[in-house]
């Protein structure tokens, strides 16, 4: 059984960053694609940026481009989304997903693509 845990989530100012992480029980070398979304209260989940390991491609929405990164430790087993330029329409709670297909994009965009999800960490930019 695999199992996804998002950490570092928050309160931080506008302007600011937070890194979150999502450790995997076991090997991340076993997926195809890694991704995180989010869903802010009364809204639906939406994406925000993938890894697949086809090709080691990353992939942004638009409202987070150039602000947000993916990066992966592979011996760690984790998979990190570095959070700059914090806005307050950041404010949600963030998950990660796993999917043990290659999943090019956009399909990597869609949750229902992916087979393993985490917890959700809660990030709140607010002054």
């Known amino acids: 059984q695999v199992h996804l845990m998002e950490s570092g989530g928050g309160l931080v100012q506008p302007g600011g960053s937070l890194k979150l992480s999502c450790a995997v029980s076991?090997?991340?070398?076993?997926?195809?694609?890694v991704g995180w979304f989010r869903q802010a209260l009364g809204k639906e989940r939406e994406f925000v940026g993938t890894f697949t390991w086809s090709g080691d491609m990353t992939y942004y929405a638009d409202s987070v481009m150039g602000r947000f990164t993916i990066s992966r430790d592979d011996a760690k087993n984790t998979v990190y989304l570095q959070m700059n330029s914090l806005k307050p329409d950041d404010t949600a709670v963030y998950y990660c997903?796993?999917?043990?297909?290659?999943?090019?994009?956009?399909?990597?965009?869609?949750?229902?693509?992916?087979?393993?999800w985490g917890q959700g960490t809660q990030v709140t930019v607010s002054s």
């Open positions: 076991g090997s991340i070398a076993i997926f195809g694609a």
């Open positions: 997903a796993a999917a043990t297909r290659p999943l090019p994009y956009p399909s990597s965009s869609q949750g229902r693509k992916y087979e393993f």
